[in-house]
């Protein structure tokens, strides 16, 4: 079974652009969510899908926004980028919206400059 | 808010060696706990997890106690492997989903043989 696949790998972009991440979920898993780590605050939830709704967001501002598709592949948005969104940005996917595991992606490397 | 401390690493250990990584949370309500690895090069993967107080989880020889009078989940394993090396994360969930995550930080283990 294929695992959680994120593309691209690696971007780079400047600062006040817009910018576009890709996430295709494990087959039947219909619960994504997208998590930012960087070195100084770690891993932090931004949001999370579940049958095309955002069911949960984390603490972020509005130009960090997402959607899911009705094949459960979803996207994530970052407008009018800053330095500080540079970071490797996570997908997971789960079968269920409970304590199912979390099945994680190898991630994007976002480099803002 | 809530949230998650664990301790601060490197943590280096002798292959045979025991490991105790400490993780304390800050959580209104009764969290589900889990304990996340990175291996080099791969992306994050579930340990185990405990959803209840006095439960314990356990996988691949780790083992760790959901203690709410401490409000702890230290993590310990009795005799390390060079394979364990990797970044280890304590987590809690936010809501019932268990899919929005706090993490702590991550404590990086080395093991030498």
């Known amino acids: 079974k294929a695992g959680v696949t994120q593309t691209p790998r690696y971007l780079i972009k400047t600062r006040g652009q817009q910018v576009t991440l890709s996430c295709s979920p494990i087959?039947?898993?219909?619960?994504v969510s997208w998590y930012q780590q960087t070195p100084g605050q770690g891993l932090q939830f931004l949001f999370e899908?579940?049958?095309?709704?955002?069911?949960n967001k984390g603490n972020f501002p509005g130009r960090f926004s997402g959607r899911q598709f009705s094949n459960s592949r979803s996207e994530m948005n970052v407008s009018t980028l800053e330095l500080g969104d540079s970071a490797l940005y996570l997908c997971?996917?789960?079968?269920?919206?409970?304590?199912?595991?979390?099945?994680f992606g190898n991630g994007t490397r976002l480099t803002v400059t | 808010g809530d949230s998650v401390t664990q301790m601060e690493g490197p943590v280096t250990l002798s292959e045979e060696a025991f490991l105790t990584i400490n993780c304390t949370y800050t959580?209104?309500?009764?969290?589900?706990l889990f304990w996340y690895v990175q291996y080099p090069g791969e992306g994050l993967q579930l340990l185990l997890k405990?959803?209840?107080?006095?439960d314990k989880g356990s996988n691949k020889g780790f083992e760790a106690t959901y203690r709410k009078e401490t409000t702890s989940f230290h993590l310990e394993k009795g005799s390390v492997q060079v394979s364990d090396s990797a970044v280890y994360f304590c987590?809690?969930?936010?809501?019932?989903?268990?899919?929005?995550?706090?993490f702590g930080k991550g404590t990086t283990l080395s093991v030498s043989s």
């Open positions: 087959s039947g898993h219909r619960s």
């Open positions: 405990a959803t209840k107080a006095d």
């Open positions: 959580a209104t309500g009764y969290p589900s």
């Open positions: 899908y579940f049958s095309e709704t955002q069911r």
């Open positions: 987590a809690l969930t936010v809501n019932q989903a268990g899919t929005a995550l706090i």
């Open positions: 997971a996917s789960s079968p269920r919206t409970d304590n199912s595991p979390l099945h």
